[in-house]
């Protein structure tokens, strides 16, 4: 993605103390609003999905696949809303990569998978060895894969490949709960990054809190190019013919548009509750009531559209209502970015929002 990092040139001048004031109210409003609350609801859920994923293995039957099944689904819905927060304890030790290999244009984490199915490889139903091991094995896609991909029938049966399939799973389950976890704990009170992230200093990760202030701005623009472009764009094409329906997220699982929805109300929430809209509050007046109203359309429009992507891509009735779509989050995503930049003292050497 073309994007933020390239553009940064240079910070503002220094700003009085009354901007100081608000940016380190803001950090404070980001992290106990929307960061913390965020990564608790995700080691909540990995904790769900770990003990039902347990229980399928020890007594595999339809209903406790649906159990999982569900429990991935909640998971998912968690890990959608902090996606975008790409920063902190999740950005250590591969965390991000680990929980969340996307995209895979080539299919990389299928052929990974699958040889390990065929080979019957111990080594990935122990989940310290498995946290070693290709980040394609690892996280939400793997256990995707494990649980709806071919041959996820055999987790119905006790037999032999079933057994693996479902201790695989149950290992990659725990590797996701134990990184949920490491960073959920990462952020508590006291915790370093938590320390960084609200009295940064100088020779610390954030020198100046317009620093940190950068970093959620990063994270929100960031964030509504990822759904307008990644999520949505490139799974649609520019036809239903030029379609590729699986490089969508989670196209498996039929969550691509739950997923993208999820991303847009970790958006929202860090856009009304970390502060950015009371930056764009203060520069021009009802706007942030504007860029609100459209993140809210578009994850009503998501939310109503109950159809895989594969079927999505070939409706031209939805085709239209995503596209209209990606066209309110450009103008919102601009529109925020332009107040929120200017209000807060940033400085871009050419517009954030441009590229694809």
């Not at 134990?178 to 960073?183: C, Q």
């Not at 379609?243 to 691509?256: I, K, T, V």
């Not at 596209?323 to 517009?351: C, P």
Request: proline letters at 4%; charged letters at 25%; aromatic letters at 8%.
């Amino acid at each position: 993605m073309r994007f933020l990092l390239a553009a940064i040139l240079l910070f503002a001048g220094p700003a009085n103390a009354h901007a100081e004031t608000d940016h380190a109210a803001i950090a404070q409003a980001a992290l106990s609003e929307v960061i913390r609350p965020g990564y608790a609801a995700l080691s909540q859920q990995a904790d769900s999905l770990k003990d039902r994923i347990e229980l399928l293995c020890k007594e595999p039957s339809a209903s406790s696949l649906d159990a999982s099944r569900d429990a991935f689904i909640a998971a998912v819905g968690a890990w959608s809303r902090v996606e975008i927060l790409r920063f902190g304890p999740i950005s250590t030790d591969h965390r991000y990569e680990r929980l969340f290999y996307w995209p895979d244009p080539k299919g990389l984490g299928r052929r990974q998978i699958e040889k390990a199915l065929s080979k019957q490889d111990q080594s990935v139903t122990e989940p310290d060895a498995l946290a070693g091991k290709s980040v394609a094995l690892q996280g939400l896609p793997a256990l995707e894969y494990l649980l709806y991909g071919d041959g996820a029938e055999a987790l119905l049966t006790p037999s032999d490949g079933g057994a693996f399939r479902c201790a695989f799973a149950s290992s990659v389950a725990t590797n996701i709960d134990r990184i949920a976890r490491a960073v959920a704990e990462g952020w508590r009170e006291g915790a370093a990054s938590s320390k960084a992230f609200l009295t940064p200093k100088p020779g610390s990760l954030y020198r100046t809190s317009k620093e940190v202030i950068l970093e959620l701005f990063k994270s929100f623009t960031s964030g509504i190019e990822l759904v307008r472009d990644q999520k949505l764009g490139k799974p649609l094409g520019a036809s239903p013919q030029q379609a590729r329906p699986r490089l969508a997220a989670f196209w498996r699982s039929g969550l691509s548009l739950a997923n993208a929805a999820g991303n847009l109300e970790g958006i929202r929430v860090l856009f009304a509750k970390g502060g950015l809209a009371a930056i764009v509050a203060d520069e021009s007046p009802g706007v942030e009531n504007s860029v609100l109203f459209d993140l809210n359309h578009a994850i009503e429009v998501l939310r109503g559209i109950d159809q895989p992507m594969a079927k999505v891509v070939e409706d031209e009735a939805l085709r239209g209502k995503i596209e209209a779509l990606r066209v309110s989050l450009k103008s919102a995503g601009q529109t925020a970015a332009d107040e929120i930049s200017r209000g807060a003292g940033l400085s871009f050497g050419f517009n954030a929002m441009d590229g694809d």
